[in-house]
């Protein structure tokens, strides 16, 4: 980057590609893979008994990812709820009453910078919660790591806990959102942790037919193959109207 310093537009211009991809991209796999990355590393540091160079490298990995994500975490608070300053909303908000073309009110966060800008793609800016979703599903998924990780001795309260997870955030999505991709996962993810109560507690009861357990089997692949079908099907759609758009 440095040799093109010369050309102060060129420069900018390689400059915002460079942020735009490195945070992205970054942000892409970092985020996407968040269950299985801090569980694995918390389960490393509890777990790292072993003392050899390996197992050193692994544990330094294991304590930076345990770190970023807090980090990263608050950084992405701040930047999503970062609102304009008294005087400049009040600017604002006088240069869009004064226009005839604009009917809302003036918006009161400030811009997401499009190097971070994955993170409300595809939500609305206007609205905390959705504005703050990929947040509320980080911390989801931190909610089922603790129950993974802490209470291990009794799979029926795993499943019970889960279950309750999922069922409230299934509930404020459908309240808040209007994307079937991903109501489709939350609710899937809630009949799987029902029936996962079930065959918890018939692990206590012994109540239900190995008949009926095999049936229940079955449905829960088919529930996964159709969620799994459902995502691909969407996904196929979404791709094709963005091309034609």
């Known amino acids: 980057m440095s040799i093109f310093k010369g050309y102060r537009r060129f420069h900018g211009f390689l400059n915002k590609i460079r942020r735009l991809f490195m945070w992205n991209l970054f942000l892409s796999y970092f985020l996407g893979d968040f269950s299985e990355l801090l569980l694995n590393s918390m389960i490393q540091l509890r777990e790292n008994y072993v003392s050899s160079a390996y197992a050193n490298l692994s544990f330094a990995f294991a304590v930076l990812i345990v770190i970023a994500y807090p980090l990263l975490f608050v950084y992405l608070v701040y930047k999503l709820n970062k609102k304009y300053p008294l005087q400049m909303n009040a600017e604002r908000g006088r240069a869009y009453r004064s226009s005839p073309r604009i009917n809302h009110k003036s918006p009161k966060w400030a811009e997401i910078p499009a190097s971070i800008g994955i993170v409300v793609e595809d939500f609305r800016e206007n609205n905390s919660f959705t504005r703050n979703f ?68 018939n692990d206590i009861t012994r109540s239900i037919s190995q008949a009926s357990l095999d049936i229940m089997g079955l449905a829960l692949v088919a529930l996964i193959l159709l969620a799994i079908g459902a995502n691909s099907l969407i996904s196929i759609i979404i791709i094709v109207i963005s091309i034609y758009e």
């Open 134 to 201: 990929q947040l509320i599903l980080m911390l989801e998924s931190f909610l089922q790591i603790l129950v993974v990780f802490f209470p291990q001795e009794n799979r029926l309260a795993q499943a019970v806990i889960y279950t309750i997870i999922v069922v409230v955030y299934t509930l404020l999505s459908v309240w808040h959102l209007q994307m079937a991709i991903l109501l489709i996962n939350l609710i899937s993810k809630a009949i799987m942790g029902i029936m996962t109560i079930v065959f918890g507690s």
